[in-house]
């Protein structure tokens, strides 16, 4: 976000973990061949449970190479594969609908699109000027983005970019007073999830979660923790939401249901969980945690049990996306 405010959200939410950080410095220039040394994730026989039955594949943005890039790996733990090698930091990655493409963020601003084997990527020529968080619609049809600006004033909207050949444009779509963030697609495509910025004091920040009627363009808040709450993730069952918040003083992953406003919290350990996203069916979550002593994918069953580890030795990984397909291009 604008750098005032947007470094403040960032210096509350992750001043816990400043020996991660150093730990990322020291080890940096160690990145490739700490890499080279451990491609290896946990056995097929351990992993076997981590998602069994479960298909997809899982893309997340990673430091093991000694830079920020994609990269992607099975849910029971294997191939492990890196998709993008640039001097840029790739990040935020999400699937398009088919699983063939998957749109990322860069440390400059800029929104890519390239296939699921990270073969052709395309910049968006959105001509704003810092843009992150990009998710596909349902249909496959456009994006929606999160664009932050300075000047005039500190703000962040969500912003849509219109993939057809015909109608390729990109055009504000959410715009309030306070700064939007984390947009999240309902799976019928009508409807938009995502946080608001409500209120900064000094060490906590509050934001809370909205939901935007696309046929009407009306906004309702659906919650009123007076927390931190972030990275939204909608589940493909369209009931509920996972999210990370702090609102019991770490961060944990949380849901909440749609019908009765019933929040449940998923994990409660003193390391950091967040990043949550819902497998294909609903079934599990795939999240990041500091739990075992460095930021590392994790998988758990959708009611917070059964959470076992995914990848090791990543230095520092994040921002992971399960494809939304089951096998061979079906949903």
Known sequence: MKKRIWNTVQGARYRKFR???ISLILMGSYGILVAEIDKETPSKRESKTLADNVQ?????SSYRSG???LWSINPDGSELTQLTYTKDEERTPAWSPDGKKIAYSTNRGEIWIMNADGTGAKKLPLNLERNNQPVWSPDGRSIIFVSYVVVPKEDSDIWIWELGEETKKVRRMISQKEMEG???FSPDGKQIAFTKLMLRLPERIVEEI???ELETGEC???TTIGADIFQIDWSPLGDRLAFASNQTGNYDIWTITLDDRELKQLTNDPAFDGNPSWSPDGSKIVFVSTRSGT???WIMNADGSGKQQLT???ICSKDPAWSPVREEGKR
Request: glycine content about 4%.
């Open 295 to 297: 930021k590392e994918l």
């Open 220 to 222: 309702e808040q659906i």
């Open 210 to 212: 909205w939901i935007f």
């Open 182 to 184: 984390y947009p999240s």
């Open 312 to 314: 090791t030795n990543s």
């Open 56 to 60: 997809g594949k899982i893309v997340f």
């Open 67 to 69: 830079n920020w890039e």
């Open 19 to 21: 020996s991660v950080i």
